[in-house]
């Protein structure tokens, strides 16, 4: 009876504050800072344990590997999340009255929250130790996105043109993947150019096509994105063209490696 009174509790004090609409973008945001140091200090955690070559690292080069396991982790649960709401949930479904383009749930809100929070630990992390963890491109790419996701929070406006392009998050276990195995010494192996392919895929699929049809869903629904305030008029359309420019360059990029790889594999 007392494990069910306790449970009990802390269901409403999760449902009656955590998870309250007026609170609920900062108490998610928080959420997600505090689960940012945890997967920081799960990587570091497992990394001593089962990986010979993190102790030999920099600590630097630690740093940026624990870092990469945090940004792993947030990828894999908001690329996730986005793909269910977008693909699988009816919220944005075209049936249903009302502009696509103002529609939220708590859920909905409460990942964004989750990865603002991401965004600001990363960034926090990236003026820490500049350049280290990246140059002004990803700190771009970061601002950018802390922007339109924390308005699309606040405001409950374009979340579903905002978790298009979370979406794209798909590709970063990929790219960090790569990273791990190049600076394990692994650069050479099977598994470097299998990832390297399936991160070459993973970026036409989740950053070049669905950018493609983000463009081609806001064209057909313009008239609901007219709806919407004014500032976040702008973002709905300067935030998608400035990441898929910069999705152009870093595909480009990777498509040369993939050629270079393929080539010293004949």
């Not at 922007?147 to 798909?170: C, D, F, N, R």
Request: charge should be positive.
């Amino acid at each position: 009876m007392e494990v069910k009174y306790y449970k009990s509790q802390a269901e409403q004090v999760v449902r009656n504050y955590l998870l309250a609409d007026p609170v609920l973008p900062y108490s998610s945001l928080l959420i997600g800072i505090f689960l940012c140091k945890m997967a920081y200090d799960l990587t570091h955690a497992l990394s001593s344990y089962y990986f010979k070559c993190y102790p030999s690292l920099t600590k630097v080069q630690r740093v940026e590997w624990n870092n990469r396991g945090m940004s792993s982790a947030h990828a894999i649960y908001i690329s996730s999340v986005s793909i269910y709401l977008v693909f699988f949930n009816n919220m944005f479904s075209d049936q249903l009255e009302g502009p696509v383009t103002l529609r939220y749930s708590n859920f909905s809100t409460f990942t964004l929250g989750v990865s603002v929070g991401y965004f600001i630990a990363d960034l926090v992390m990236m003026f820490w130790l500049f350049p280290s963890l990246g140059g002004m491109e990803f700190v771009l790419h970061h601002l950018l996105s802390l922007i339109a996701i924390a308005y699309t929070m606040l405001s409950g406006e374009g979340q579903l043109y905002t978790y298009m392009v979370l979406i794209s998050e798909a590709t970063t276990p990929e790219i960090n993947l790569r990273w791990f195995l190049d600076t394990a010494g692994l650069k050479r192996s099977s598994a470097y150019l299998i990832n390297g392919l399936l991160m070459f895929l993973a970026w036409l699929v989740a950053r070049i096509f669905l950018f493609v049809y983000l463009f081609y869903h806001m064209y057909w629904h313009y008239d609901q994105i007219e709806k919407m305030h004014i500032f976040g008029y702008i973002l709905v359309f300067l935030v998608p063209i400035v990441l898929f420019g910069m999705n152009l360059v870093w595909f480009g990029k990777i498509l040369k490696g993939v050629k270079k790889t393929l080539a010293k594999k004949k």
